[in-house]
C-alpha cells in the first residue's frame, strides 16, 4: 500500500511540474494537455535522468534521480513563469472540476489494475523476465548505457528507454523492482486511460456543434462523458474472438462454420457443452485472442503464428514490453501532431523554428515571412522533437509513424486551404525530415550503440489476413469508424467525390499490389543474374532465395505469382474493406476541401456568414483513420524481413498502432453518430454499435472472471519476485548476495529463451556471460557477439582441467561462478577443479557461490574476446 501511495504522489507532482510546459507548447488544445501532463513530465525525467548518466553528470544512484526530479519541478517552474503564473492560475481555478474529474480518475484506475496485478503479480513466463533483467541491470549499472544483464561486456541493444523510466521511478520511491514492475503496469494502464481521453476530448471540443441557431465551440468540458468512450475502446474492450470463445464453449455452430472461421484451436466444435466460461482442455484460453490472423503457405495447412495483440491483452498479460511502454507518450505525440495541424491550419507556411537561421547562414536572404510566416517557434520546434525522438528510443517503430502523422496533419491542413499542388509534398517531407533529424540527434547515443534485425522489405505473397479475420479484430472499431464516416457527409448530394476517393485509393492498393509482385518477381530472378555476374555468389544467393520459395510453399516463379494473385481474389473480404475505408476517408476530405472553399467565398461576400468552424478537427480524424488504414494495408502486401522470416512483428507492431488510432476515431466518430444523425439512422446505427461493443466486451468480462476467481485477499500482494522467494528459499538467498556483491560478471547455466534460465542475472541486476540465446540474437541482429559462450559455460561447469576452466574465466572475466539446482540439473558439474582453485564466497543447502580473486584474471579485465 505504501509504495502505491508514493508512485501516486510522485505523478501527482511530476503532472504538476509538467503542466505549465505542456500548457505553453499546446495552446490550441481544449485542456491545454492537461490529461497528458503525466506522461509528459515522465517522458521529461527519463531524457534527464539517461542523458546525464549518460554523460557522467549525475551518478546513478538515488542522489542522481532525485536531481533530475528536482530539474524538472525547476523546468516547471520556469515554463510558469514564461506563460504567467496568473493565467496558469486562472486555468485552475475555471476548471477545477474537471481537474478532480481527472485525478481522480487517475487514481482510480491505478488502483483497479494494481489490485489486478495483485492477484496475479509473479513476473514469469513470456517476455516479463527479459524485462526485468533490463531494469534489474538498469538500477545496477554504475552509468549509461547500461550493461546488458545476458551477455557480459556490453551494453543493451535494444530501446530500453521505457526501461529507464521506470528504473528511475523505481529508485526515486524506495520500492523493490518485483513491486515497482507491477506498479509501472498499473501507472501505464491509467496514463493510457486518460492520454486518449485527452486526445477525444480536445477534439470534440473543436468539432461543429450546433447549439440553439447557430454553431459555435462549446466549452470543452461539456464533452467528458463522449470522451470516456476513449478509454472504452482503447483498453476496456477486447476484438470479437471473444465471442466465439462463448459459441466455442457452448457447443454452438457446425464443423463446418469453424473451419471457415479458420482460427487455430478454435477449428472444431467441442463435443459436448463445456459451459458459459471459456475453458480449453490445453492451452490459455485468453491466449487466442492475440493470434486471430494466421499465416499459410501454398502447400503447408500448419499455422504461422502471427501476432495481433491489442491493448487489454496486452496489459492483461502484463509484459512490460516497448509496444505497451509506449501508449502514453505515442498519444502525448498524437496530441503534438494536433497542436500542429491547428497551426498549420491558420494558413501559415510549416517551417522549422531554426529554418530562417540556416537560410542565413548559407548566405541566402531572410525568407519574407509574409510568404513564410512560421507558425513553429524553435523552442516549441526542438521540444516536440525531444517527444518524437523519445517514441523511437522508447519503440522504435512508433517513431516514423507518429512523424507521418504529423506530417500528414501539416499537408492536410495546407490543401483544405491552399488546395493540392507540389508545396503540400515539399512540407510532408521537410517537416518529416526536419523532425526526424531533430529527434535522432537528441537521443543520438542510444543509435551509436543500437543492432537491428531488420533486414529490409520482403513481399507478402500468400501471406494475407482474410476478412473475416481482419472483422474479428477490428470490427469493434471498424463499425462506429464507417456508421461516423458515413453520418459525417450524409448531407451531401454530390457523390462524385467518394467515387473520385475510390478511384484514387484503388490506385493506391493496386500500386502497392503490383509492387509486390514485381518484388516477388525480381527476387526470384536473383540467382539467374548473379550466375551470370557474379558466378561465385551464386550458391549463396540461390540458397537465400531457396529460403524464400520454400517459406511462400512453392519452388516455381510464374507459380508463385500466380496463385498467390489468385488466392488474394478469392479472398477479397481483407483488401475490399481496407480499400473501402479509405475511398470514404479520401472523398471526405474532398468534400472538407470543398466546404472550405465555398467557405471563404462566403466570408467574403458576408462578414456575418455562419459556416464551418475555422478549426473543426474533423480533417484530422480523416488522418487518424488513413494512417491507421496505412499501418493495416502496407503488411497486406509487404512485411519487415527478421530473424523471423514471416510477418509475425510487422503485423504485431503496425496492427497495435493501428488500434490506438482506430480507437480515437472510433470514439469521435461514435459522437458524430449520435449527434449528427436523423432518428431512424441513429437507431439502427446505435444498435449495431451496441452489439459489437457487448461482443468486445466479453472478452475483458470473461478476463476478470478468470484473473479474480478464487483469489482471497490474504495472497494478494503486488512483489512479482514473491513466487520465485516462496519456491527458492535458497536461491533467492543466494541471488540477493550476488546483488549486493561488487559488480562482476556472473556464470550460470544457459538455457532457452521463455525457461527459468538467466535467472541469476535476471534478479540481480549483475551481467551473465549469456543469458537466453536467441533473444540476444533477436537484439543483435546475429550470433557474432555471443561468438562460443554457451558451449564455453557448458565446458566450464564439465571439465575436470582447472587450466581450461581457468581459460574460460579469463576469457569472460568471470568474477562468481553459480553452481546451484539447475546448473546441477542442466550440465554434469565437476565442482572439484573450484573447490580446489577458488574461495566459497557463499554457501547454502543448494547453491555454492565461488569468486575468482583478482589475481587470478587476466590484468585489463575490460579486454573481451567473444
Known sequence: MLSFILWVIVMLLLGTAAFPIVYHLLPHLSDRGYGLAKPAGLLLFGFLYWILVMFRVLPNNWAGVAT????????????????????????????????????????????????????????IGTEKPMELAFINSILHSSNFPPADPWLSGYAISYYYFGYVIVAGLVRLTGVVSGVGFNLAIALWFSMGALGIFSVVLNILAKLPVKDGDGKRELKFTRFSGWAALGPVFLIFLGNWEGVLELMHSLGLGSDGFWKWIDINELSNTPAQFVGWLPSRPAGIWWWRASRVIQDNNLISNDYIEVIDEFPFFSLYLA?????????????????????????????????PGWYDAIAVWLGGAKPDLTETEQFLPAGDFWTFALVFGGLAFMNIWDFPIYVGLTCMGIALARYLSHGWNRDRVVEFFESGVAFGLAGVLFYLPFYVGFSSQAGGLLPGLVFFSPGKHLWIMFGVLWLPIFAGLMASFQDQSERSPFWTGLGRASVLVGSLWAAMLLLGLLITVVPDLVSLIRPQFAAEISGLVGQFYSLQGSSDRFDLLINTTGLRLLSPGGWLTLLALLAMVWGGAIILRRHNVASRIEKETDIHAQSMLPQSTLPFVLALTAVAAGLVIFPEFFYLRDQFGTRMNTIFKFYYQAWILWSIAASVFMFIVFNRTNSLSKAVAGILITLSMAAGFLYPIYGFIDRFTGIRLSQLTLDGNAYFTRAY????????????????????????????????????????????????????????????????????????????????????????????????NTYRVNSQKFLENLPVAYKNNTVVIYEVPDQLLIPDTQKMVP
Do not use: C
Request: charged share 20%; glycine share 8%.
Open 68 to 123: 533530475v526530479f528536482i530539474l524538472v519541478v525547476i523546468l516547471g517552474s520556469l515554463a510558469a513563469w514564461s506563460s504567467g503564473w496568473s493565467n496558469i492560475k486562472n486555468w485552475y481555478s475555471e476548471n477545477r472540476w474537471f481537474i478532480i474529474l481527472v485525478e481522480g480518475a487517475f487514481v482510480l484506475l491505478f488502483a483497479f489494475l494494481s489490485f489486478m496485478r495483485a492477484a496475479s503479480p509473479d513476473i
Open 729 to 824: 528459499p535458497d536461491e533467492t538467498d543466494a541471488i540477493e548476495y550476488i546483488h549486493q556483491a561488487p559488480k562482476g560478471t556472473v556464470a550460470e547455466a544457459v538455457g532457452g529463451s521463455y525457461t527459468g534460465y538467466a535467472r541469476v542475472a535476471t534478479f540481480s541486476g549483475q551481467s551473465n556471460v549469456i543469458g537466453w540465446p536467441g533473444h540476444e540474437s533477436q537484439w543483435r541482429g546475429g550470433a557474432e557477439e555471443m561468438g562460443s559462450r554457451e558451449p564455453d559455460i557448458r565446458q566450464l561447469y564439465q571439465t575436470n582441467n582447472w587450466n581450461e576452466a581457468l581459460e574460460i574465466i579469463r576469457k569472460y572475466t568471470i568474477r562468481y561462478i553459480y553452481v546451484g539446482s539447475l546448473e546441477m
Open 319 to 351: 509484459d512490460l514490453h516497448p509496444h505497451v511502454l509506449s501508449i502514453p507518450f505515442v498519444l502525448l505525440a498524437v496530441s503534438i501532431a494536433l497542436e500542429i495541424f491547428f497551426r498549420a491550419s491558420e494558413g501559415k507556411r510549416f517551417r
